[in-house]
């Protein structure tokens, strides 16, 4: 890897921190494309290289797997949607639908005993939404899931 790449990294990394700590913030591609020190549309290229997803579209998914934190906490859907700096409830919900394979209203309303019973680190890691399913990354990650589903499957069967 060369310097420049290595450097315009570190530059995306940035941005990439810019939207995991400000998700709840009105952001837009050309705030996060100043954080890296780039053009929006070259950002937009070097991001997705580099992720494998959108800047808009990471961004998503962060206010989506925070909300989903706050819908098991009781929040009504219309309180998450706009805590998590989602201006719209209908696309809030769309969204929402699309990365997690159910409506927000209903993810609410299920039951989340066995991720309450999980350590954090892995209830982040089973409930992070995904474009690939709900739950299933693929990589090194895919063995500590496999590993979780039978935690998540001892929980539950502690619950009842």
């Keep these: 890897m060369t310097p420049q790449e290595l450097a315009n990294l570190a530059h995306l990394r940035r941005a990439r921190d810019l939207i995991d700590r400000d998700f709840a913030l009105p952001l837009d591609v050309p705030t996060m494309a100043s954080k890296a020190l780039m053009s929006p549309a070259h950002f937009s290229r070097q991001f997705r290289a580099a992720y494998g997803e959108t800047p808009y ?34 696309s809030f919900s769309s969204r929402f639908t699309e990365l997690v394979g159910e409506p927000p209203s209903v993810y609410r309303l299920r039951e989340h005993s066995a991720v309450e019973a999980m350590p954090g680190c892995l209830a982040r890691l089973t409930t992070r939404p995904s474009r690939r399913g709900f739950g299933t990354p693929s990589g090194p990650a895919a063995g500590a899931v496999e590993q979780v589903s039978r935690i998540r499957e001892a929980a539950l069967t502690a619950a009842e």
Aim: aromatic residues 2%; charged residues 20%.
């Design 57 to 90: 579209s990471y961004l998503m998914t962060r206010r989506i797997e925070r909300s989903m934190a706050l819908l098991r906490a009781g929040i009504s859907v219309t309180d998450a949607c706009m805590a998590v700096g989602c201006t719209s409830l209908g």
